[in-house]
């Protein structure tokens, strides 16, 4: 595998690659890589094809700092992973890199109510942090295929309309999120839960695994309505909350393509249960659609 720190270094080379004929398949990461960046590598690796990962902890995205402080940073065991799994290129920038000209970002774009909501109304600035740092990224790397997970279903919700609204040519392929065997969806920040912390954040994806089959019982008798819909978030958020160790933040039932709260509903409509809440202190997040 290719290791380029430089932009420069690394169009020079992807530039080669692409008039060879190859096409480009990008995984953007933060690092601390687990089962779930890895498949998007997997998915990445094909025939004509030049897979390419990049990590970078990227400081505009985040709104706690603290988060920010305890990001997991696992560089050597990344290099290997990405190596064993046949990566041809990593891409491992630092911050001058990938803001020469400072992180103030000049041309934000307003997502609307698709960033404000959920994720947007609990983490202030995230989206724009995380819309800058995505678009600088494909303006260097220029894919042909930009590889992300539902594990952040708002997020490629958000790239979906950064690639729009830009008109940037790239095709965005959004990959199913990988979970334990348990049900538990991979994510770096689980290696700071303790043992009780990962027992207790299995309530997450039981809570949606449950809200999902519920709705699609009722979409199969064709008996579903908002207040069916309801009553299953409401069972499940009262028994998160009585959890000591889960500080629930939000877990909702909406449109999975806008996000909006679901209005008119039949059993044809593609819904999407999400949930964040901390445990243990560490912030999660998870989703499944329905
Ligand atoms: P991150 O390093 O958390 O910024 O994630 C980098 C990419 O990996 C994003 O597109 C995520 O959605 C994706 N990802 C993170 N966790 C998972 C998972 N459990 N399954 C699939 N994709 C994931």
Known sequence: MLIFRKVKDLKKHLQKQKKAGLKVRFVPT????????????????????????????????????????NYPIT???DIEKLTLEGCDVLFLPDVNEIYPNGTINKRAIN?????????GEHRPGHFDGMAQVVERLLRIVEPDILLMGQKDFQQQLIVQQLIKLRKLPVKLQVCATVREKNGLAMSSRNVRLSATDTKDALELSKALRGITLGIAKLKQNGTITI??????IKTKSDSLKKQPNIDLEYLDV??????KPVGRVTSSSKLVALVAAKVGGVRLIDNMTA
């Open 30 to 69: 933060m690092g601390a890589l687990h089962a779930g960046h890895l498949d998007l590598v997997k998915k990445a690796i094909a025939p004509k094809s030049i897979s390419i990962c990049s990590i970078f902890v990227n400081p505009t995205q985040f709104n706690d700092p603290s988060d920010f402080k």
């Open 75 to 77: 560089i050597e065991s």
């Open 111 to 119: 997502f609307g109510f698709l960033a404000q909501t959920l994720e």
């Open 227 to 232: 207040t069916a819909i309801s009553k299953l």
């Open 254 to 259: 909406r449109m999975a393509s806008s996000l």
